[in-house]
């Protein structure tokens, strides 16, 4: 018991987003996810922190940028008592409760926050959902990334909530996926690719790419820069056809 309390008290720790971090946060709000790649492949990171393409977003004109709050989920390994409708509804409160409370990550997210999420490999269950969506925006938090489902589809695409997964799944939880307060704020692998908290993590339609936090600020500022001389080159064709982009 005495080695586990130092774990917990680690993982749970607060990251607040500091000056530097809102400078590069809004570098990266202005670049496309190509911009940052190639900056990364400039820094000698060729491919190690590019999210498997299988990590798609959920709608399209997507953009989400962000700084990493990290989540493991794992499989429930417990045998699920026979119950009546009744019986179960009470469990799926303690469920929620005990083993796979939203509580855990969303009481020590602060705004600017990206949730990159372990989804444990459960390819049924569908752990993030509208709901889910709501509570985060209340946060402040900007997106999700998860290893796994989203449900409520449709309603996640009406709330305009960036949600990058693997899958779409269907089921709740309850029975299924356990989330524990020693499995926030540690270091996971989604989409084939290390993220530890407080890196930071960008999306669009072309997919999700991890900026890892040492690194940040010098490829933040090439992605801007390449960005802007690629409009520039693009700039009489934009006027010439009428696009705006």
Known sequence: MSDAVPVMKMSM???????????????????????????????????????????????????????????????????IPSMTPEEYDNYAVEWYETKNNADLFLKIAEPGHVLVVDGGGYTKVG???????????????????????????????????PVFCRWIGRTETIGRLVLRPEDVNIPVTVGDVLVEPGDFVMGDDDGVVVIPREIADPVSKRALRQFQEDRMNQKPYLDKFGIRL
């Open 127 to 161: 752990f993030w959902g509208s709901y889910l969506s709501l509570m985060a925006m209340d946060r402040g938090i900007v997106g999700v990334v998860i290893d796994g489902g989203c449900r409520d589809v449709a309603e996640v695409r009406r709330e305009r909530f």
């Open 13 to 79: 720790q607060r990251r607040a987003v500091s000056n530097e971090d809102r400078e590069i946060l809004k570098r990266l709000s202005e670049v496309r996810t190509a911009d940052v790649i190639d900056a990364l492949d400039r820094y000698n990171f060729h491919d190690s922190t590019i999210m498997s393409e299988e990590i798609r977003p959920l709608f399209n004109d997507i953009k989400m940028v962000g700084i990493a709050l990290t989540i493991r989920l794992t499989k429930n390994r417990e045998p």
